[in-house]
T-cell receptor, first 110, second 115 residues
Framework: GESVGLHLPTLSVQEGDNSIINCAYS??????FIWYKQESGKGPQFIID?????DKRQGQRVTVLLNKTVKHLSLQIAATQPGDSAVYFC?????????FGPGTRLSVLP | DSGVTQTPKHLITATGQRVTLRCSPR?????VYWYQQSLDQGLQFLIH???????AKGNILERFSAQQFPDLHSELNLSSLELGDSALYFC??????????????FGSGTRLTVV
C-alpha cells in the first residue's frame, strides 16, 4: 500500500516502552479533540477523543492529556507494539469541521 | 474496512486533464467530507456536504468542485490539473452535521499522480 510519505517529525520507541506524542493546537475555542492513527495505505482511524471540560481520558493502552492553558494535547501509548507504528494526528474542532495537526510518525524498534 | 468506499485507489494523469474521484459514505451517514493530504501540508479540509447540500468550504481551489448525489455518494472533480495537485485525497463521512462523537470515518483514499 501507499505510505503517507510526509516530511514529519519522527518518534522512535523501543518495543515495550511507553510513547508520548505531542500536539499543539491553535484555537482556544476548540471544545473537542481527537487523535487519529494512519497506517500505511489506509485512511486515518479514530483512536481516542476528549472534550475540553476534561484534562485526561483513558482508553485501552492509550491516554490523552489536554492542557488548555498552553493549548497542548498529548497521546500516551503504553507498552508500544510493532502494530502501533503509524502516523498520528491530533484534530481539533473549528466551527463544524475538524482541523488536523501536521502529524508525528511513530516508529517502533524491535 | 471502514465502510467508506473510495474509487479509484490510484490515478495517474497528465497536466491539464480533468479527473473525478468518487466516494460512497458509510451506511446511514449523511455527511461527506473531502480532504487533501500532500507531502508538505498534512490533511487539508476541502469541502463538506450534508444530505446533498454544501455546508462548508475549506481551502478548495476554484479548479476543484464537488457534489453529493441523492443516493449520498459524492464526487470530487479536479480540473486543469497541475503537478502540485498530486496528493492523497480522502473522503470521510459522519452521521450528521455537528457530529462530534467519534469524529469521522475515513476511506482509504485515492492517490492522484499528475505527470
Amino acid at each position: 500500500g501507499e505510505s503517507v510519505g510526509l516530511h514529519l517529525p519522527t518518534l522512535s520507541v523501543q518495543e515495550g516502552d511507553n510513547s508520548i506524542i505531542n500536539c499543539a493546537y491553535s484555537n482556544s475555542a476548540s471544545d473537542y479533540f481527537i487523535w487519529y492513527k494512519q497506517e500505511s495505505g489506509k485512511g486515518p482511524q479514530f483512536i481516542i477523543d476528549i472534550r475540553s471540560n476534561m484534562d485526561k481520558r483513558q482508553g485501552q493502552r492509550v491516554t490523552v492529556l489536554l492542557n488548555k492553558t498552553v493549548k497542548h494535547l498529548s497521546l500516551q501509548i503504553a507498552a508500544t507494539q510493532p502494530g502501533d507504528s503509524a502516523v498520528y494526528f491530533c484534530a481539533e474542532t473549528v466551527g463544524q469541521n475538524f482541523v488536523f495537526g501536521p502529524g508525528t510518525r511513530l516508529s517502533v524498534l524491535p | 474496512d471502514s465502510g467508506v468506499t473510495q474509487t479509484p485507489k490510484h490515478l495517474i494523469t497528465a497536466t491539464g486533464q480533468r479527473v473525478t474521484l468518487r466516494c460512497s459514505p458509510r451506511s446511514g451517514d449523511l455527511s461527506v467530507y473531502w480532504y487533501q493530504q500532500s507531502l508538505d501540508q498534512g490533511l487539508q479540509f476541502l469541502i463538506h456536504y450534508y444530505n446533498g447540500e454544501e455546508r462548508a468550504k475549506g481551502n478548495i481551489l476554484e479548479r476543484f468542485s464537488a457534489q453529493q448525489f441523492p443516493d449520498l455518494h459524492s464526487e470530487l472533480n479536479l480540473s486543469s490539473l497541475e503537478l502540485g495537485d498530486s496528493a492523497l485525497y480522502f473522503c470521510a463521512s459522519s452521521v450528521g452535521v455537528h457530529e462530534q462523537r467519534n469524529g469521522y470515518t475515513f476511506g482509504s483514499g485515492t492517490r492522484l499522480t499528475v505527470v
